[in-house]
């Protein structure tokens, strides 16, 4: 499995941006699907996170209500549309996928994607 992320950038705070990540390769192994970021000094965080059928999403209480997962099955692509956007998620965010459930831990995710870099200015 392999996984492309684009979508980062510059912006100000309240401000909005979408996210993408592209899954090529045996993406039917993929049961989960998600996104985590990594600020400079800090551990990687779990960020959000759904299951290929739809039926279930988690999201870190950091991101609640202000950013949505979403995905088109049929062109393999996850989104995170982040709205309201705040200083503290600058990070680079990687998209990740595994073969199970939803988990939280960054151990748990065997395909993780290249990373993409957002700013958020004050």
């Known amino acids: 499995v392999q996984l492309q992320a684009s979508g980062g950038g510059l912006v100000q705070a309240g401000g909005s941006l979408r996210l993408s990540c592209e899954a090529d390769?045996?993406?039917?192994?993929?049961?989960?699907k998600g996104w985590f970021r990594q600020s400079p000094g800090k551990e990687r965080e779990f960020v959000a996170a759904?299951?290929?059928?739809?039926?279930?999403?988690v999201y870190a209480d950091s991101v609640k209500g202000r950013f949505t997962l979403s995905s088109d099955n049929a062109k393999n692509t996850l989104y995170l549309q982040m709205t309201s956007l705040k200083p503290e998620d600058t990070a680079v965010y990687y998209c990740?996928?595994?073969?199970?459930?939803?988990?939280?831990?960054?151990?748990?995710?065997?395909?993780w994607g290249q990373g993409t870099q957002v700013t958020v200015s004050s």
């Open positions: 759904n299951t290929w059928n739809g039926r279930s999403t």
């Open positions: 390769g045996r993406t039917y192994y993929i049961q989960t």
């Open positions: 990740v996928a595994r073969d199970g459930g939803i988990r939280r831990a960054v151990r748990d995710y065997p395909w």
